[in-house]
């Protein structure tokens, strides 16, 4: 017979039928397997803590959005945001659903060539891209958003010396009635930067204007603001079209869909306080279809949400190291994971569940990482049940930002398994070692060798 873990009594007072602001117990239970895999195999195999991602999430989530669009306006291109979780396993299997690549740096331009993304269907954004970057991405033909005047002067210069003519954009910033307003890229609408920048680029003739672009901010749980955004551009579409005879090929609102996290001070939780695929896309292609377009004017949609489309389908899997009080009496559980890989707890409640049985018994709990700094914290207030050393836990919807920010700080970074759609686990990025860090570091010679 399996021994029973003891648990203290506790005298806790019954309000029968009461609610508090917070609504009624949360009530918890065991999160054992992740796609048919147990979470205690996954961690014997792979280590704790761990990265589990879901193929078959993934694949579900991008058709939903996918269909919300389609189904809305007919003509819609996804592209995948590198900078939310650029492992390579990763945006191939949005590349395999039809996605292009969006990116924001060289770095990220190189990870998506590598990946057998063709040139032209690469999206280029962010306000830092080299002289180097601009003319591999020209000559790729790559889309170019141009972020400001000087990244504009730069390609002018490269287009005259190559002889070629890139395929550009422009970012537009402007007020959709969300403050505060995300301004500092790319040409404000309002105050006619905007209409400076398409007249310098359709004056000079060296280039070729094909798109307009926006990203309104990020976690936006307003849809309304995006058909605001899809209205500014299709007004400067269709009077770039009349000024100058010339069609713009696609207008890109950028991504910032909220996923289902729950915001810090959120009165709701994130499932309930976030907008549907549904809810952005009549926003959006509504605005659209009504701007004017005549059928052959109609512009290719391109949406580059990142967050939505991944965050689900990431899982963190981690183990008590101790548990203590504090000195105000509260719990205080020490995980084997903190900030260092889950940079999103800054901003999230995240859901985070036991991965064994456990009791009847709840407490307020604060679940702090193992980083020697105060700011470790992974939830500051949990109603949760009592855990002991070697326990295991799973943290829910962590699959954006946390394994591109992640930081070599104090710990080395673990591994990252993908669950395929056959329930099947791969390895997708080791875990760090010694060697894997010490080998980018170079010692000088005089520091080789001293005497304590």
């Known amino acids: 017979m399996k021994r029973l873990v003891y648990e203290r009594p506790v005298i806790q007072r019954l309000n029968a039928g009461l609610m508090n602001k917070y609504g009624t117990k949360t009530e918890f239970v065991p999160f054992t397997h992740i796609d048919g895999n147990a979470v205690t195999d996954l961690i014997s195999t792979y280590g704790s803590p761990l990265f589990v991602i879901s193929?078959?999430?993934?694949?579900?989530?991008?058709?939903?959005?996918?269909?919300?669009?389609?189904?809305?306006?007919?003509?819609?291109?996804?592209?995948?945001?590198?900078?939310t979780n650029y492992n390579n396993a990763?945006?191939?299997?949005?590349?395999?659903?039809?996605?292009?690549?969006?990116?924001?740096?060289?770095?990220?331009?190189?990870?998506?060539?590598?990946?057998g993304v063709p040139g032209n269907k690469i999206i280029f954004n962010g306000p830092e891209k080299s002289d180097e970057d601009l003319k591999l991405a020209i000559h790729?033909?790559?889309?170019?958003?141009?972020?400001?005047?000087?990244e504009l002067y730069m390609i002018k210069e490269i287009a005259e010396a190559t002889k070629k003519?890139?395929?550009?954009?422009?970012?537009?910033?402007?007020?959709?009635?969300?403050?505060?307003?995300?301004?500092r890229f790319?040409?404000?609408?309002?105050?006619?930067?905007a209409w400076d920048a398409i007249n310098k680029i359709m004056l000079n003739d060296k280039m070729d204007l094909v798109g307009l672009h926006c990203h309104i901010g990020t976690f936006m749980l307003t849809p309304g603001a995006y058909g605001i955004a899809a209205a500014k551009l299709s007004e400067l579409a269709t009077s770039t079209m009349k000024k100058y005879k010339n069609k713009i090929e696609y207008i890109d609102l950028g991504g910032g869909f909220a996923s289902r996290n729950t915001l810090k001070g959120s009165y709701l939780q994130g499932a309930d306080a976030s907008p549907s695929f549904n809810q952005?896309?009549?926003?959006?292609?509504?605005?659209?279809?009504?701007?004017?377009?005549?059928?052959?004017?109609?512009?290719?949609?391109?949406?580059e949400t990142g967050r939505a489309l991944i965050d689900e389908a990431g899982y963190l899997l981690g183990t008590v190291i101790s548990n203590k009080r504090l000195s105000d009496g509260r719990r205080a559980t020490i995980m084997n994971f903190g900030v260092n890989i889950l940079f999103t707890?800054?901003?999230?409640?995240?859901?985070?569940?036991?991965a064994q049985h456990f009791g009847q018994y709840f407490e307020d709990t604060v679940l702090y990482g193992p980083l020697c700094m105060n700011i470790d914290v992974v939830r500051e207030n949990i109603s949760f049940p009592p855990l002991k050393k070697d326990d295991h836990v799973v943290v829910h919807t962590v699959g954006a930002y946390n394994m591109t920010q992640w930081m070599q700080f104090i710990a080395m970074r673990p591994a990252i398994v993908m669950i395929d759609t056959n329930n099947k686990p791969h390895l997708i990025r080791k875990k760090e070692t010694i060697n894997s860090i010490q080998d980018e570091e170079v010692m000088p010679s005089y520091l080789k060798s001293f005497k304590l």
């Open 186 to 193: 790319g040409f404000n609408y309002e105050n006619g930067q």
């Open 55 to 83: 193929e078959k999430k993934i694949r579900e989530t991008y058709k939903d959005a996918l269909r919300a669009f389609k189904t809305r306006y007919p003509k819609v291109q996804f592209a995948w945001s590198y900078k």
């Open 280 to 303: 952005y896309a009549e926003a959006i292609t509504t605005a659209i279809l009504n701007a004017g377009f005549t059928e052959s004017e109609l512009p290719l949609l391109i949406l």
């Open 165 to 183: 003519r890139p395929k550009v954009a422009i970012r537009v910033n402007m007020d959709t009635g969300i403050y505060p307003m995300w301004d």
């Open 140 to 150: 790729n033909g790559s889309l170019i958003h141009i972020d400001h005047l000087d």
């Open 90 to 115: 990763v945006c191939n299997v949005f590349h395999q659903e039809g996605s292009w690549a969006e990116v924001v740096s060289g770095f990220e331009y190189q990870k998506a060539i590598h990946n």
């Open 345 to 354: 707890s800054f901003w999230y409640d995240h859901k985070i569940s036991p």
